[in-house]
């Protein structure tokens, strides 16, 4: 029953067309950013020298090893470098050879630069890559959302469930305690945190955590108040059903219906507040691969238009893709579609 009622769900949401291609266009997109360090990098894919194959990405090679003088990791775009590489064996560079934190000190042109054959969307004001930066940076941004989406679910999930089935003192308790932390002030919150020390990916993680996970609360506790007196609950309490397997087993089944309709909207509100917060200046260091830099770099750099013609089209179609993915999903939870 569960597999039919499985498969009329992935039925309706092919249906609808749009979302259908703008989940294909995402994972598409996310792949390719997966698998960054292979797409953009300044070191060789392969390396054959002196008979021997090497593998710079997965391996640090020195200069010294390579011919140079130091005991520093080797620069693969150094000429001595690669004069002795090209004597002695030969080495395949990635599609885009620029890292998303490489400087290019070979601009003649001030920086940022316009898009030329080496730069395709040009640099930003510190001669890195663009297009390095967008890859790794979308990684960044879905990664990082899609575990703030999950532990906010989880957490939002599990209290509203707790509120709503055992009702009474505990939801009343809760219920004070989520008005309170809903009006908290979280941009200050995220000042004052930041004045105090440079948030990392694991702690900004934390930061939003603490703010977003009462998004699903309400309409889980919501379910679970509607649902916690029928007939099957009832049964399960009086066969001896303990608390767990019934919060677990019974209801939460149905009440996560209604909830996953929403994980798509959460996950594109994510990725707006860690742009925005990077944006900003309060979210991760200059030394992460952030989109939101990129709006910023946009922002400054005026007479290079574009920087932020190239970061708007990114986010509003990675938005947009996620808003057509959530209007599909919706479609596909609504029982009035599914039959």
Known sequence: MLNNSLKQ???VFKKNKRAKFALVCFLCIFTLSLFSELIANDKPLVLKYQGRFYFPIFQTLTDKFLGGD???????KDPLIKENINKNGFMIMPLIPFSYNTVDYGIKTQTPSKPDKIHWLGTDDE???IIARILYGIRLSVVFAFL???FSAALGIFI???QGYFGGKVDIIFQRFIEIWDSLPQLFILIIIASLFMPTFFSLLLILMLFSWTSLTSMVRAEFLRTRNFE???????LGASHFRIIFKHILPNALVTSL???PFILSDSIVALTSLDFLGLGLSQDYPSLGDLVRQGKDNLQAPWIGITI????SSLLTMLIFIGEGVRDAFDTRKVK
């Open 9 to 11: 769900k992935i039925a």
């Open 70 to 76: 130091f005991e520093t990791p080797a620069d693969y």
């Open 127 to 129: 001669g890195r890559d």
């Open 148 to 150: 703030l989406t999950f």
């Open 160 to 162: 509203g469930a707790v």
């Open 232 to 238: 099957y609950v009832m049964a399960a309490k009086a």
């Open 261 to 263: 309709t929403f994980i």
């Open 312 to 315: 708007f089209i990114v986010l």
